[in-house]
């Protein structure tokens, strides 16, 4: 059955004007909360920060680290974003809008990849790896996926650039470049999505699963600020993370029409107010935020604290798995 992704997204902004600020915290009210204190045997993945590099994935980190914490082992992001491309592929959003067959991945909702990779089961970080740690990593790993298909389809040498090449084995470990291009011949009438997910399935040899006793929830953002406020505590309390997605606008300080996803990972008192720790998927460093925000950066860790009124007033949507 198709499922539009569209209304969803207008109903969701629909709901961002019922949001008002209200700070619920005193400093005595805001104790310390680290949900990863409570999973050492993942403090691996999450002292490592997440870097999505210039593709359009960010939903599939939090999804993923989610999925992480349920079955104790670390998760492939790009396994996840691409379970959320096979299972969504006729309402999937496209980089390239014109041409389908060579277009890059873009955009998606983190409940719905969750739900792809509960039905689908998923890669571990070993066999796909996601944390490319170099910002054009993806892309450059896309780019000798191109060349493959190009060579199958019409012929021809494939000797990529070394440095593509590069890219491609820090996420397919596994393969070669005899594999890759012999990937690509297999599937050649097909498009890009389809090879890529081809590679996928030939690295992933331990397909986990979720069990399905699990579910997506979100947050109610039309309710009382106090309200949303005081059952995100609950569930951080409960150990658990949250999905929030936010406009680029207000992360980085300028107009950008397009939504961000962050995994909210605990809370602490900083500058006199009450701000919540976000996991990012943007590498290490502060210079992709706003000066407002930017304060209250963690580079090192690639992580981002954010007051609980800049959270009501800018949150989108604020999802969980239980």
């Known amino acids: 059955m198709k499922r539009t992704r569209i209304i969803v997204f207008m109903v969701i902004l629909n709901c961002l004007s019922s949001l008002t600020a209200f700070a619920q915290h005193t400093q005595e009210s805001c104790s310390r909360i680290d949900i990863t204190d409570h999973y050492p045997g993942l403090k691996g993945l999450f002292n490592h920060p997440r870097d999505q590099g210039n593709v359009g994935l960010c939903y599939a980190y939090p999804a993923a680290d989610i999925l992480s914490i349920l079955v104790g082992r670390p998760v492939s992001a790009i396994a996840v974003a691409l379970n959320d491309m096979s299972y969504y592929r006729d309402n999937f959003w496209y980089r390239n809008f014109l041409d389908a067959n060579t ?131 609950k569930i951080l309390e409960s150990k658990l993370p949250l999905e929030t997605s936010f406009e680029t606008t207000f992360l980085k300080g300028f107009t950008r029409d397009s939504l961000h996803s962050m995994l909210l990972i605990g ?16 590498g290490t460093g502060c210079q992709f935020y ?33």
């Not at 005899?178 to 399935?201: M, P, Q, T, Y």
């Not at 981002?304 to 999802?319: F, K, R």
């Open 103 to 233: 277009a890059y991945p873009k955009g998606g909702l983190a409940g719905e990849a969750f739900a792809a990779s509960q039905a689908l089961g998923f890669c571990l970080e070993s066999e796909l790896q996601s944390n490319v740690g170099e910002s054009t990593g993806l892309l450059d790993a896309f780019e000798a996926i191109h060349e493959a298909i190009f060579v199958a389809k019409y012929g021809g040498e494939f000797n990529p650039d070394p440095m593509i090449l590069k890219s491609y084995f820090n996420t397919f470990s596994k393969s070669s470049k005899e594999h890759l291009l012999g990937v690509a011949k297999n599937n050649r009438d097909k498009s890009f999505i389809e090879v890529l997910l081809a590679l996928k399935n030939s690295q992933c040899t331990q397909r986990v699963r979720v069990s399905k006793n699990f579910g997506w929830q979100n947050l109610d953002v039309k309710e009382m600020s106090s309200v949303v406020i005081s059952k995100i505590d």
């Open 267 to 282: 809370r602490e008192w900083k500058g006199d107010q009450c701000r919540y720790r976000f996991r990012n998927s943007w």
């Open 290 to 322: 706003s000066p407002t925000l930017q304060p209250y950066c963690d580079g090192e860790k690639g992580q981002l604290l954010i007051s609980e009124t800049e959270i009501l007033e800018n949150a989108i949507s604020i999802g969980f798995a239980q």
